[in-house]
């Protein structure tokens, strides 16, 4: 039995236009709850890199979801989390939702953070993201037909941010998931070359995938232009994360949630039929 909170507080997103936080935001003023974005744009606006912008943002909020853009395992993420902790807690916050990630020990220091803050907490931690193949930096090599990446046979359990998004709700607008970690992942394991064929066969054009050395990945970023710490973001991901540290499946949606997390399969015929890999 679901324990519903019996006032609907605002809750504040952070990240709340990135791919799992502008799908919080959504369900939660779907289902009527105030909730404040934390974005440079908003008002009042939130700014990871201005900490003055930080406690007018948790003024008046009861609850935060808390995803941190890039990633945690960036340096400098974990000093942060802890001061917007701190802050959140010393503001009168009563509940903080984390995203997470696997097998990131900069992460995990993170998680630690946040139980150990005397509030509420709740842990979701995940895989690689169904959407970073249609919403992110894999979509233009998707549409050239030809993604090269240094992605071996090491598979990769892919979540879809959407069951992200349902277990964050529902620990944030219920009190049945207070100190839960919840883990993760998709229904089954997939190398990167296996996921870029169900894209294709989805899409209906043929879509080349190449196993490529992370050096000579780099280069080809460095060519385009990209910058320099997301260079390093996807090279720590591709080289360290995905090591084979990964490569098992975890019950988190189904102990959160009481089903079967969404298949790859069904979110690549879904975004195919909206058009994402066709030029």
Known sequence: MKTANTTKQTVLVLGGTGKTGSRVAAQL???????????????????WEDKTTWEPALQGIDAVY????????????????????QTAVKSGVKKIVLLSGRGEKEAQACEQIVMN???????????????????GYLVDPLLAGHVALPAGNVAEPFIDVEDIADVAVAALITEDHNG????????????????????????????QY???????YKAMLVEYN??????????????????????????????????????????????????????
């Open 117 to 135: 803050s005397g509030i509420s907490w709740t842990i979701v931690r995940c895989a690689w993201f169904n959407q970073n193949f249609s919403e």
């Open 210 to 216: 190449q196993a490529i050395p992370v050096e000579e």
């Open 226 to 279: 990209i910058p320099d710490d997301f260079i390093w973001l996807v090279t720590y991901l591709f080289t360290e994360v995905l090591d084979g540290r990964n490569a098992h499946l975890s019950d988190g949606v189904q102990r959160a949630l009481g089903r079967a997390p969404r298949d790859f399969s069904e979110y690549a015929r879904k975004t195919a039929a909206e058009g994402v890999w066709n030029a």
């Open 66 to 85: 808390l995803s941190y853009h890039p990633d945690l395992a960036i340096p400098g993420a974990v000093d942060k989390i802890r001061t917007l902790t």
């Open 180 to 207: 839960q970690a919840y883990e993760l992942t998709g229904p089954r394991m997939m190398t990167f070359a296996e996921a870029v064929q169900e894209i294709a066969t989805a899409a209906g054009r043929p879509i």
């Open 29 to 47: 003023k779907e289902k009527g709850w105030p909730v404040r974005i934390g974005s440079r744009s908003a008002d009042p606006s939130f700014d």
